[in-house]
């Protein structure tokens, strides 16, 4: 059983940097995409991001210009970095294991796969003076 | 982006009877639906993937159906433990983003 767990500063001042680490425990950190995904009061989750083992990265192309993920295999942890933040970026930050894959449905029909099969309980971060 | 639109946004239904929650994409997904589970003060719980395929462990009585535009969550007989908040996820416009609907909150009638 996975266990993703959250931690970082509840607050942050407006035009400083959120830094969020999440623990994975139990499992491989192989084959999956670790993700971070928000939910701002009020409105749909968000998708940020997510890094694969090899270190690679990807992002919401309206958080693209402001987040970095990184990785730390030896503790098993996976981090968020998201510069200049302003009040907006108040939300509950989750952290979440990404199964992704290719599928093929028919000769018209294919691509990939993306979708979230163990999650964080979420950490609140407050953007404030 | 392509927009998920969930209604109703809060079902009031009594125990052992059937909840069925809409899900409405913006343009075609195709079946590249998964649908989520979430009691406050805990994680979220993946409970269905390409719209109808239930996840290891997801009991029967939850059940997906739809593709294209419109998709249904279905629980056909709520237990206490089903009283929470429902989304739906698409994937299929991934690259470049996947997108969330707004939840539908399912309480005690």
């Known amino acids: 059983q996975v266990q993703l767990e959250e931690s970082g500063p509840g607050l942050v001042k407006p035009s400083e940097t959120l830094s969020l680490t999440c623990t994975v425990s139990?499992?491989?950190?192989?084959?999956?995409?670790w993700s971070w995904i928000r939910q701002s009061p009020g409105k749909a989750m968000e998708w940020i991001g997510y890094i694969l083992y090899s270190g690679s990265t990807d992002f919401n192309p309206s958080l693209k210009s402001r987040a970095t993920m990184s990785l730390d295999t030896s503790k098993r942890q996976f981090s968020l970095r998201l510069t200049s933040v302003t009040a907006a970026d108040t939300a509950v930050y989750y952290c979440?294991?990404?199964?992704?894959?290719?599928?093929?449905?028919?000769?018209?029909?294919?691509?990939?796969?993306?979708?979230?099969?163990?999650w964080g309980q979420g950490a609140l971060v407050t953007v404030s003076s | 982006e392509i927009v998920m639109t969930q209604s109703p946004a809060t079902l009031s239904v009594s125990p052992g009877e059937r909840a069925t929650l809409s899900c409405r994409a913006s343009?075609?997904?195709?079946?590249?639906l998964a649908w989520y589970q979430h009691k406050r003060g805990q994680a979220p719980r993946l409970l269905i993937y390409?719209?109808?395929t239930r996840a290891p462990g997801i009991p029967a009585r939850f059940s997906g159906s739809g593709s294209g535009t419109e998709f249904t969550l279905t629980i056909s007989s709520l237990q206490s433990e089903d009283f929470a908040v429902y989304y739906c996820?698409?994937?299929?416009?991934?690259?470049?983003?996947?997108?969330f609907g707004g939840g539908t909150k399912v309480e005690i009638k």
């Open positions: 139990g499992g491989s950190m192989n084959s999956y995409y």
């Open positions: 390409a719209a109808s």
């Open positions: 979440a294991r990404g199964v992704v894959g290719d599928y093929v449905w028919g000769p018209d029909d294919y691509g990939r796969f993306y979708y979230f099969d163990d």
């Open positions: 343009q075609s997904v195709s079946g590249n």
């Open positions: 996820q698409q994937y299929n416009d991934w690259p470049p983003a996947l997108t």
